[in-house]
């Protein structure tokens, strides 16, 4: 009998919290907006906002890669993935990933740095790629030919 009384308490601790939580949501969105926000760069890169901001002075408040300030997003914490990331952060071991981030990017380059699966020799690869023109070679000895 005595689970019965803690799965009462859990239910009424779960919405007790839901209605505090709108509750603060309602008097004052800015607070609860910075607090969310606190919580969230805590609970996932192990940084507080003052660390965050400090980065966003570095960089001058642009994007590291393009130098474009940010439209409607904040900028992303950009960080080194590691192998077994969510269960790092199951663990609370966030010096892990807070020790690899890189910088703040925005949301374009940030989704670029994913399709290269942050391996550099693809970039480079990438770079020559654009400077190059390989096709063109080709292109050109079939037409004077």
Do not use: W
């Not at 994007?63 to 609370?92: A, F, M, W």
């Not at 374009?108 to 020799?121: A, E, I, K, M």
């Amino acid at each position: 009998m005595p689970y019965k009384d803690i799965n009462k308490r859990r239910k009424y601790k779960k919405t007790y919290n839901k209605a505090y939580r709108a509750k603060r949501r309602i008097e004052n969105p800015a607070k609860y907006r910075e607090s969310v926000r606190n919580y969230d760069l805590r609970r996932t890169f192990g940084i507080s906002t003052e660390e965050y901001d400090k980065l966003l002075n570095f960089q001058k408040g642009v994007c590291y890669i393009c130098g474009r300030p940010p439209k409607t997003r904040r900028l992303s914490v950009d960080h080194k993935h590691l192998i077994n990331e969510k269960k790092i952060r199951l663990k609370k071991d966030q010096h892990l990933i807070r020790n690899n981030i890189r910088g703040l990017l925005c949301s374009q380059c940030n989704r670029g740095l994913q399709f290269y699966r942050d391996n550099s020799d693809l970039f480079r690869k990438a770079a020559s790629y654009l400077e190059l023109h390989p096709a063109q070679e080709i292109l050109r000895k079939t037409t004077t030919t």
